[in-house]
């Protein structure tokens, strides 16, 4: 290995009671790919932005090109040659491409230099196959070019490390392989990069190394990524053996929802055209299909977020006559939104009161108008047990949890009511292993127990394994429906641009 | 109908809607500033008050009008200082402490005048600023005695408009200002300093403010009275909503709110006296209200506005 370009030594965070690193080494070399891998709230991120400068560690050093430096802030960071991509991306969608570029950069006789930001831009572009419109306001990108954005301003600012926290989180299929075409011409031209993402195919296609952190602490490193099982990797992680569930058998009953001709205009994204469908008790549903070809909508229109236009649902029996979340959920509908942080749990109310609120009404937890605090705290702590939510307690504002741990609690919080039926969308997105594998196991428990569960999802491989019947929409229709044993990758790849359809 | 349209063509009709429109403007852009960093200011209404205050005493005091101006401005860059030092250092509410900024500048302000002047029955007043008229422009036919025969600091809110659009949109400055106001942790990401910026942001606006406060005791009245400001705080607040955040836009809300405001000054001056004059007075507000109530809805407030930035929050 040659000389590190980067390296961090005896790195230890903690916030409150947390230790969320302790003691971690971790050093990348010239035009290497470093994976960094974890579960759930094992401290990635919190690493990450260490190194970054957003979080001051309360021990170790970090060295650049061998010498120790001191980073307080982003600004050193960046100086240092440390450019980051956020799990969550750090742009103002108002503003433009390039002004999104030129934020921080000083400029040119007092004014901004924009002359001078151009020809830069087009130098990454020619380096790096990466290139964008520089005077499009940020929010009229597609996801994927927002992290393209991300990763241009980080060369922008001369990077020679670059992190990626989470990216393929986010992309469909065919982004990632751009994505990974590009990060590995960045190598091969010296950058240092550091990956993380919970998909241990990718990991293993992608890294040259790998350090697995575990609780905090580096719990082992991975030397020949490419020459190790996934199982292997998952072991370190987790500490322990993960088998993949077993899909029992299970005889669907009645028709638990039934969508009739549903049509919806006038909002966002794309709208749904005579959708009909139907999932039965004890079975799952998969929604497949390339992101925006109307499954947001599908998902709003099923959990009352949306009313439709035309058709009509039925939910256990009963048409539905009002479209709201609340009339929804006592006719006995779960959801799990895509959107955790906005439509799921409220992240500034503390945890156990994000835990109930669509049944605070209830009697369970309130009384004469009143509510009863003790039943709230004493199902969070239940539920927080019941599902391994890794968080300091109950009290916790939500949103200091981190991705996985949220998750869990969302499905916690929606499963502990026996729902009839259960829609949910993309319910393993930045989980570990551990937590994707322990979220399908719920799902079969209540397809067990009878429950209809709807998953949309963008993951072929975790559709596959969990549906019974697989229908794939193209352009807000249902383009056709596949019994699971029927479907293969590339069958329903094939569906889902639109080329064949069949029921 | 055609009465009032004639008016509305004479000298003195649109000189009286540039000045009404001066003061706004400046609290306007100040305003502007300030919300663009993702910082409400509502201490405007009284750091105006205590900045016309400050600047009519130490311009009757000194003899100095210009000293008065410049004294009128530190003051309101420091209370602005003071609501920063609440809202974006410390992290408090913007409401609250906005409106406690207004009491407390107010007040102040009645405070020390009387410790100053005392009571008197004719409030003291200064010879203001005189007109000055700019050498050709001025000889234009009807436009040239309507805005170029007016006082410096009238000229100087003209040449605050285009200069306030080129720092917010063409300098790094800016850019870092606007950015804040719309995603703190990418500005913070980006190297930039989150709490530097909207310090300044809200400072460069308190003395903004404190033109506006200047203007109106050694320009438009030449004296100091409790009600001096009466609402053009406020007023400027629903005029950055109505502007779109936008210093041309702002501006341009403030000059059709003077229009208004002129009109009625007019209608009440005119010949439909047997109308209660609080009628005329109310016109300009219910302007303000309709206009905001059309204008506002397409409107989008900067994404972090009055939301305070921890660095280590998630
Ligand atoms: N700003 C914060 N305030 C309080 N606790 C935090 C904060 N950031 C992280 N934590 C805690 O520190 C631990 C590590 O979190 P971190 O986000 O680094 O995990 P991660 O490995 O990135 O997980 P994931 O794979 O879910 O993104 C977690 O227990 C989390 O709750
Ligand atoms: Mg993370």
Redesign the pocket.
């Known amino acids: 290995m040659s000389a590190p370009l980067i390296e961090m030594r005896g790195i230890t965070k903690s916030?409150g009671a947390?230790k969320?690193n302790e003691a971690v080494d971790l050093a990348v070399a010239p035009g290497e790919i470093l994976g960094l891998l974890?579960e759930?709230?094992?401290?990635?991120?919190?690493l990450m932005n260490v190194l970054f400068g957003a979080y001051a560690p309360d021990a170790g050093e970090i060295l650049v090109g061998g010498r120790p430096v001191a980073i307080h802030n982003s600004a050193d960071a960046l100086a240092a040659g440390i450019g980051m991509v956020h799990?969550h991306f750090h742009l103002a969608p108002r503003l433009t491409v390039l002004e999104n570029l030129l934020i921080g950069i000083p400029g040119k006789s007092g004014r901004i230099d924009r002359a001078g930001g151009l020809a830069r831009l087009k130098e990454i572009g020619r380096q790096h196959g990466l290139s964008l419109d520089p005077d499009l306001p940020v929010s009229a990108l597609s996801v994927g070019e927002q992290q393209r954005l991300e990763i241009i301003k980080a060369l922008f600012r001369g990077a020679k490390l670059l992190i990626l926290d989470?990216p393929t989180a986010v992309l469909a299929p065919s982004e990632v392989d751009g994505l990974f075409a590009a990060l590995r011409s960045m190598a091969a031209q010296g950058l240092g990069i550091i990956f993380i993402s919970?998909k241990l195919n990718e990991v293993r296609a992608l890294t040259h190394r790998c350090v697995v952190?575990r609780h905090g602490k580096v719990a082992g490193r991975v030397d020949h990524p490419a020459g190790t099982t996934s199982a292997e990797m998952a072991k370190l992680m987790c500490g322990h053996e993960i088998v993949p569930p077993a899909k029992g058998e299970s005889t669907p009953g009645a028709s638990v929802l039934t969508l009739d001709g549903i049509s919806t205009s006038g909002h966002a994204g794309t709208t749904l055209r005579e959708v009909s469908l139907f999932v039965r008790s004890g079975e799952i549903l998969g929604i497949a299909g390339v992101s925006g070809n109307g499954q947001r909508a599908l998902a709003d229109v099923i959990s009352g977020m949306l009313s439709p236009d035309t058709g009509t649902m039925t939910i256990a029996g009963k048409a539905v006559a009002q479209f709201s979340p609340r009339e929804l959920q006592a006719l006995g509908l779960g959801r799990i939104p895509e959107d955790r942080m906005t439509t799921g749990l409220v992240t500034n109310l503390p945890l156990a009161d994000s835990m109930v609120l669509p049944r605070i009404g209830t009697e369970a937890f309130s009384r004469k108008g009143l509510l009863n605090p003790a039943a709230i705290r004493a199902f969070a702590e239940a539920q927080i047990k019941a599902y391994d939510i890794?968080?300091p307690g109950p009290m916790v504002r939500a949103g200091?949890?981190?991705?996985?741990n949220l998750q869990k609690a969302l499905l916690a919080r929606e499963l502990a009511f026996d729902p009839k039926v259960l829609i949910v969308s993309q319910p393993t997105r930045?989980l570990?292993i551990g937590a994707a594998r322990f979220i399908h196991e719920k799902f079969m428990v209540m397809r067990g127990k009878g429950c209809g569960i709807i998953v949309i999802s963008e993951d072929l491989e975790e559709m596959l394994m969990l549906s019974d019947r697989i229908a794939v929409m193209y352009e807000g229709r249902i383009a056709g429906t596949l019994f699971g044993a029927d479907a293969t990758v590339a069958r329903l790849g094939l569906m889902m641009t639109g080329a064949e359809g069949r029921s | 109908m055609s009465a009032v349209f004639e008016q509305i063509f004479q000298v003195g009709f649109l000189a009286a809607i540039i000045r009404i429109a001066t003061p706004l403007a400046f609290a306007t852009l100040g305003e502007m500033f300030s919300e663009r960093a993702g910082v409400l200011n509502l201490g405007i209404e009284g750091i105006m008050l205590l900045s016309a205050m400050a600047g009519f005493t130490a311009a009757s005091l000194s003899g100095s009008l210009w000293l008065g101006v410049l004294v009128a401005v530190l003051v309101g860059a420091l209370m602005g200082a003071l609501h920063a030092l609440f809202t974006v250092a410390l992290g408090l509410s913007q409401h609250v402490c906005g409106i406690g900024v207004t009491l407390f500048c107010s007040g102040l302000a009645y405070f020390l005048y009387r410790l100053i002047f005392g009571q008197q029955s004719v409030p003291p007043s200064i010879k203001g600023f005189q007109p000055v008229p700019i050498p050709l422009l001025s000889d234009i036919p009807i436009l040239g005695p309507a805005v170029f025969n007016q006082f410096t600091l009238v000229y100087l809110a003209i040449i605050a408009i285009p200069l306030a659009a080129f720092v917010l949109y063409r300098t790094p400055w800016g850019l870092s200002v606007r950015m804040v106001g719309e995603n703190p942790r990418a500005a913070d990401s980006a190297g930039v300093s989150v709490i530097a910026t909207r310090f300044q942001a809200v400072i460069l606006g308190g003395a903004l403010m404190g033109l506006a406060g200047a203007f109106l005791t050694m320009a438009q009245f030449n004296a100091f009275t409790f009600g001096v400001v009466s609402g053009r705080g406020w007023v400027a607040i629903a005029l950055v909503v109505f502007g779109r955040w936008d210093p041309w836009r702002s501006a341009g809300a403030a000059l059709l709110f003077a229009f208004v405001d002129a009109l009625q000054l007019r209608m009440q001056a005119s010949g439909l006296g047997h109308i209660p004059y609080e009628a005329f007075l109310m016109l300009p507000f219910i302007f303000t209200i309709v206009a905001m109530a059309f204008m506002s809805r397409n409107a989008v407030a900067p994404s972090a506005l009055l939301k305070p930035f921890r660095r280590?929050?998630?």
């Open positions: 916030f947390v969320a974890g759930n709230g094992a401290g990635k991120t919190t799990q989470e919970h952190l890794r968080c200091a949890l981190s991705g996985g930045g570990d | 280590e929050e998630r």
